[in-house]
């Protein structure tokens, strides 16, 4: 039983050189690798290589949004767990989750929509730099659509990964056909890890010094 | 945009028989099959209908410690958020995990090791049925194998399904080597979401009325 005294940090970066090896001699965008690789490390998933889509200049957005203290919102308290709370704090940012509010269980239930549909409405609320983060629930994103097409919100980046069989693969494609800037998951895959990974890319890109 | 007032456990009803369907007639254990589902559900990836191996009895023992109001021991908040507190509440259970707590931290400081490995350390001091779920941490799979050997630690059941590039292969089959009852996700291939998806699915089954 090797390696039992292995410190977290040196497993995470002989992942990223077994990672980089299997992707061969593949072209990343090399804005994009750091958050393709994370999310291969958080699924040991290589398809994800190839259902990430970047929208032109989401990484910059981000990042300037993120220096700016962004709020980030995530559709799970799983996701909102997964996100680091260091680099959050390093960069003055906050991340929140609405579904367990009272409020907005109450106003699913007076408009016969999910929690996630209702946290979206929430969200509008949200002042300054704002990432939204969906792992988990397509109705959220399909929500999100409906408001930045009425003008009620403008996110700096959606992260638009749920999982499932159900309105996934459609929402994604929704939320592609907009001008927001965006980090899909295309397909079927995604879920509350991926999105967690995507945040942390983006986070650790600006707060730790790796390539 | 389709589907947006459809709520969750209609989504989830569908999903259930999209996989049913896309499984075909593969024949699985029925005391298996909703496991199985779920993760599959959880992460749309059917790769886990030949992965995940369930030792002899695993379930009936799962079933047993969980009626008796099992502590669920997890190896990261962000799995302990993903497990159903109605469900839990409904049996009498509780769910933990450590790897936040001060002691923790400072026990692996001291002695050179991970939270992780430390957790279980920590697990010892848990009186009663006890299940034991790790989506994330090889060495906590590791430390837990030395506990079993030196008759320290008796699970009722461990779920195995870490995910990674170093130490998981190998964390995983050292957990099958041993009489303890077992659900793992054999390869690369896991996570806190599997883990927890695991849990729900033992869950769901005595308090749910699902095939």
Known sequence: MAQLHTQPYDIERASFEIIARELGDRELDPLQAPI?????????DFSFADS?????????????????GATILTDTNMARSGISRPALAALGCTCACYMADEDVAERAREQGTTRAFASMDKACGIAGPLIIAVGNAPTALLRL??????GRISPDLVIGVPVGFVNVVEAKEEV??????????????????????????????LTRDES
């Open 145 to 150: 659509c409906e408001l930045m097409d009425e």
């Open 52 to 68: 990430l889509v970047f929208t032109k200049g989401a990484v910059e957005r981000a990042w300037d949004a993120l220096r700016r």
């Open 176 to 205: 592609l056909a907009r001008s927001v800037p965006a980090i899909v998951a295309r397909g079927r895959k995604g879920g509350s890890t991926v999105a967690a990974a995507i945040v942390n890319a983006l986070l650790y890109q």
């Open 36 to 44: 393709i690789k994370r999310v291969i490390h958080t699924t040991a």
